[in-house]
């Protein structure tokens, strides 16, 4: 977490929670959703305004976590802001090197992250690739599935078929997390 973050959150420490106004979709690109967006749709059906700016885009990406209960959110100075999330908290993206034999596969999550360990893989009932790692659970990106592809032909991926349904409480993930009851 950036320490400009940290320091904002002691300064305020009791600013509330946000819902619903960021997005991440199964590609790894964020998404702002204003008020008159939420009221069009739910995500990922509308998706809102991508964030093309890579300054902010890096800012979120650095200071992206989840809570407890498995709610996902962008850490915005003092305030949470909780995510919709289309498939999963990670995406990730996935490079072939090299030929044949001799081929490896570098994967790293939408935020940068290199992975180091994949412990398991699964097929959804989309055709959607799934990776449990070192980093996290997450889906491979769409533009990345050739390299995928290559990897469970190689026999270095063996996927499993799991309902995408399962996924999130598997996986301890929430797609649309709202506010906590309060007591």
């Known amino acids: ?13 009791n600013v509330p929670d946000c819902y619903g106004w960021l997005a991440l979709d199964a590609r790894g690109d964020w998404y702002m959703r204003d008020d008159s967006i939420q009221a069009a749709g739910p995500f990922p059906q509308v998706k809102g305004s991508r964030v093309n700016h890579d300054k902010l885009k890096e800012f979120i ?7 407890e209960r498995g709610a996902w959110f962008f850490q915005n100075g003092p305030q949470r802001v909780y995510l919709q999330l289309e498939a999963s908290p990670l995406v990730y ?40 790692t070192d980093r ?25 078929e799991m309902p995408f349904a399962e996924m999130p409480g598997r996986f301890h993930y929430d797609l649309n997390p709202q506010p906590k009851p309060h007591a």
């Open 1 to 13: 977490m950036d320490d400009i973050v940290k320091a904002a959150l002691k300064k305020w420490p």
């Open 61 to 67: 990406n650095r200071n992206y976590d989840h809570d």
């Open 93 to 132: 993206v996935v490079r072939k090197a090299g030929e044949g034999a001799q081929a490896t596969y570098v994967v790293e999550t939408h935020t940068g992250q290199a992975v180091q360990q994949i412990r398991a893989c699964w097929l959804d009932e989309h055709g959607r690739l799934f990776l449990d």
């Open 136 to 160: 996290g659970f997450g889906v491979v990106r769409s533009m990345d599935m050739d390299a995928a592809a290559d990897a469970v032909e190689a026999g270095v991926w063996a996927p499993q």
